[in-house]
T-cell receptor
Framework: DGGITQSPKYLFRKEGQNVTLSCEQN?????MYWYRQDPGQGLRLIYY???????QKGDIAEGYSVSREKKESFPLTVTSAQKNPTAFYLC??????????????FGPGTRLTVL | RKEVEQDPGPFNVPEGATVAFNCTYSNSASQSFFWYRQDCRKEPKLLMS???SGNEDGRFTAQLNRASQYISLLIRDSKLSDSATYLCVANGANYGQNFVFGPGTRLSVLP
């Protein structure tokens, strides 16, 4: 089955710890994205990557880091510098050609709670 | 002004009703528009793309008005299963014309 997987589904972290959220896709999509969603609010872009070994900051990149060593994988690290990390984290992917973006497909998300 | 704005609702409608949502976008250079549906505590799922000439998919009709910079979604013959939050999406002005998601409009279809 083709799709996007995220793990873990739920994650609990103590203050001061870094955690890494996994995102894998087997859709052969070029572009991948990380969003954060807070209760009752819309999605905010954290980072995105259009191609392997390249990524760009979104609206709220502070306190987060990413890597894109493989086309299929785009892990997100939430560092201790992120002041309010409790949220629903969504990974997405899409095809991307010549600065034109196609529709995005989302993974099931990871709920991160800081204790 | 936010890049993509929606009325948060909630819209409470009886089964069988017709309901319409509007969404405005600020980037006049936007080229791609979509409607997504998000169920409670789940990921957004693509409902439909929005084409310049308008498009229909079963009970759902999407329209684009470039002059006024808004898109609309019409749902006919509402079902209980249509209850969800509907997200409007357009290209943003920043980050390589990446997508910007509206905050969503919540719909509750009542029996």
């Amino acid at each position: 089955d083709g799709g996007i997987t995220q793990s873990p589904k739920y994650l609990f972290r103590k203050e001061g710890q870094n955690v890494t959220l996994s995102c894998e896709q087997n859709l052969n999509h070029d572009a991948m994205y990380w969003y954060r969603q807070d209760p009752g609010q819309g999605l905010r872009l954290i980072y995105y990557s259009q191609i392997v070994n390249d990524f760009q900051k979104g609206d709220i990149a502070e306190g987060y880091s990413v890597s894109r060593e493989k086309k299929e994988s785009f892990p997100l690290t939430v560092t201790s510098a992120q002041k309010n990390p409790t949220a629903f984290y969504l990974c997405a992917s899409s095809t991307h050609r010549d600065n034109s973006y196609n529709e995005q497909f989302f993974g099931p998300g990871t709920r991160l709670t800081v204790l | 002004r936010k890049e993509v704005e929606q009325d948060p609702g909630p819209f409470n409608v009886p089964e069988g009703a017709t309901v319409a949502f509007n969404c405005t976008y600020s980037n006049s250079a936007s080229q791609s528009f979509f409607w997504y549906r998000q169920d409670c505590r789940k990921e957004p799922k693509l409902l439909m793309s929005v084409y310049s000439s308008g498009n229909e998919d079963g009970r759902f009709t999407a329209q684009l008005n470039r002059a006024s910079q808004y898109i609309s979604l019409l749902i006919r013959d509402s079902k209980l299963s249509d209850s969800a939050t509907y997200l409007c999406v357009a290209n943003g002005a920043n980050y390589g014309q990446n997508f910007v998601f509206g905050p969503g409009t919540r719909l509750s279809v009542l029996p």
